[in-house]
Structures are given as C-alpha cells and as structure tokens.
C-alpha cells in the first residue's frame, strides 16, 4: 500500500476530535493538538463513548477502533506538525482564532504540507490571506458536518489561489475516509449552511409570532419533510451560539434574508445556548 499522508488536526472540539477519528479509523497517523491537556482528555473521552457506541451499534469492529485510537497522539505542542502533511484547523469559528493559528502553522509546516479549514462560513481566500502567498496554493476549504462521525458529506472549497493538485488531494483524503465530498465555490456559508439557516431563521420566527411551539416545529420538519432531526433539536446539538454567528457572518455577506432573529440573539446573550449539559429549546433548564 502505498504511505499514507501524516494527518494533523488542530482543535479538539466537537469537530476537530472527530475529524481525528474519522482519519485514525481509515489508518490514518494523525496529531491532535489543542491549548490545553484538559480538553485533550475531554476529546479522548468522548472519542471512547462515540467508538463504544459505534461497535454496540455495529458501525465499527472492536479490534480496529484499538488500533484506530492507538493512531490518534495528543499534543498541546503545535510545533509537532512539522512533519504533518495535510493539516485541518476546526479551532473556534472566528477569523481572528483562526488566522492566529494559520500564521503559526504556517511558519511550522513543510511547504508542501496542505493546510485545510472546517470553517463553516468565513470565506476560504479571507482566511488565505493569513498564510504567506507561497502557502496559498496549498490551502483549501474542508467542510464536515456535526456528528462528524456520521455525516458523510464534505463540502470542498478551493479559494482564490488553491493548486488543482491541493484540490484533488483534499477530495482523495474525503473519499479515503469514507466521505462523499463535492466541490463547492468559495462564498460565505458555501451550500449548506446558506439552506440550513434559512431554514433556521424562519422555524425562530414561527416561534416568535406565536405559530407553533419548538417541539411542534420540530415535529413537524421530521414527520413532514422527513428530516432526521427539526430545526431546534439541531440548534442544540450544535448550540445556538455558532447559530447566531453563522447568521452574523451571512447577515453581513448577503442581507436581509440571513438576519438573525431577535428571539434567538436573546436566548444567546441570556446563556440558553444548548450543547452539552446547557439549557437550549428543547433541553430543559435543570430545576
Ligand atoms: C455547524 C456546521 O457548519 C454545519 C452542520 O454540521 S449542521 C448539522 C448537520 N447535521 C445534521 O443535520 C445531523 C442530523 N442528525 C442525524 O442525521 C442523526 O441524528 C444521525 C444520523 C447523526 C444519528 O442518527 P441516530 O444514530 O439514529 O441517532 P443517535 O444515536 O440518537 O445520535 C447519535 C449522537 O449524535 C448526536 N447528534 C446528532 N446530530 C448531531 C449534531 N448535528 N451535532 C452534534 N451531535 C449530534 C446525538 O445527540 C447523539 O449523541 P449521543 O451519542 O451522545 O447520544
């Protein structure tokens, strides 16, 4: 078989961790890095849990997921990447996080290593501006989706400067981790998100005006659309803050039709953002 990239991932987040995963259980060697030790064991924890559930479900054998987790090493070093060759940053959705750990992995890397982000909205050649012009040609837009575990689609995004070599790489990694990517133009929110939060927005505005309640609505996008999960189950699953900023981001790009509704901007700023273990729509305030 012929030697498989070395894969880096920065960020151990609800992507990132499983990004990691998705790659070690293909036979991937990857380096996981985040700031602290604490969300490193958080994100090995939670790996344990999905990977105990996938070999329950019958998604995963037991014997591979030992090895698969065995090729997932831990760092809170990101001078380690220097022998990475195809890196994915999923750290915090803002330009300013991210541009700070561009310009590092960009002094860090080899030149030829591919540096790729999860962003879900911000632009691909935005955020190229932040690597040096020599570095652009290996920079790329790599889109998954939450649980990254389960979703299969990858949207790709090739900014401004990106190399057709950088491109088909970076669809030749989706397709070998079990992926289906699809080629998407470099705009803000890309495809899916642009869907997603039209959506969003107007089940947020059916609550405002009284219409139906989050669950009925919820209800209504699974029996009626057959969506696997309603608009609100999927604000808490993935919270409502990254919601909001989402909509912030195309709000700003593209007007009216993304602006956030004021019910959601105020369950934001009052903490009621869901995720784990937070109240959001669906998941109630403990008593
Ligand atoms: C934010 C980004 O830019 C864009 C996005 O990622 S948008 C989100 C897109 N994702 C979706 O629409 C996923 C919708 N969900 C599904 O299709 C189904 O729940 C599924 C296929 C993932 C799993 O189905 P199924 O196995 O029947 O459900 P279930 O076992 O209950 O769910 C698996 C786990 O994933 C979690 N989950 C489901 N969707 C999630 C999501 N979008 N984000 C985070 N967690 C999610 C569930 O809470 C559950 O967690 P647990 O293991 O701790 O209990």
Not at 74 to 82: A, H, I, N, S
Not at 191 to 219: F, S, Y
Not at 258 to 272: D, N, S
């Amino acid at each position: 078989m012929a030697s498989q990239e070395k894969i880096g991932v920065v960020g151990a987040g609800l992507m990132g961790r499983e990004i990691a995963l998705v790659f070690a259980l293909a036979g991937y060697d990857v380096l996981l890095c985040d700031r602290t030790e604490e969300s490193l064991t958080q994100a090995k924890d939670r790996l344990d849990q999905i990977v105990e559930k996938g070999i329950a479900r019958g998604f995963y054998q037991a014997a591979d997921t030992v090895g698969a987790l065995n090729r997932i090493t831990t760092t809170t070093d990101l001078g380690r990447f220097k022998d990475r060759e195809f890196v994915t940053e999923a750290v915090f959705e803002r330009e300013d996080v991210k541009a700070e750990v561009f310009v590092r992995l960009d002094g860090i890397c080899a030149p030829a290593c591919v540096i790729a982000t999860n962003t879900s909205t911000i632009p691909i050649s935005v955020l190229a501006a932040h690597v040096s012009a020599a570095r652009r040609a290996n920079f790329i837009g790599t889109h998954y989706f939450s649980p990254v575990s389960r979703m299969r689609l990858v949207e790709v995004m090739p900014g401004f400067d990106t190399a057709p070599a950088t491109l088909e790489l970076a669809m030749r990694l989706c397709r070998a981790v079990g992926k289906t990517p699809i080629a998407i133009k470099d705009v803000p929110g890309f495809a899916v998100n642009r869907l997603l939060h039209v959506l969003m927005i107007e089940a947020v505005r059916l609550v405002e005006e009284g219409v139906a309640t989050p669950e009925d609505i919820d209800t209504a996008c699974k029996l009626g659309l057959g969506h696997p999960m309603g608009p609100f189950e999927l604000m808490d699953a993935t919270t409502s803050s990254l919601c909001l900023q989402a909509q912030e981001i195309m709000h700003e790009a593209y007007g009216e039709r993304f602006r956030p509704r004021p019910l959601l901007k105020q369950r934001v700023r009052a903490g009621l953002v869901g995720g784990r273990g937070k109240p959001g729509w669906r998941t109630p305030r403990p008593s």
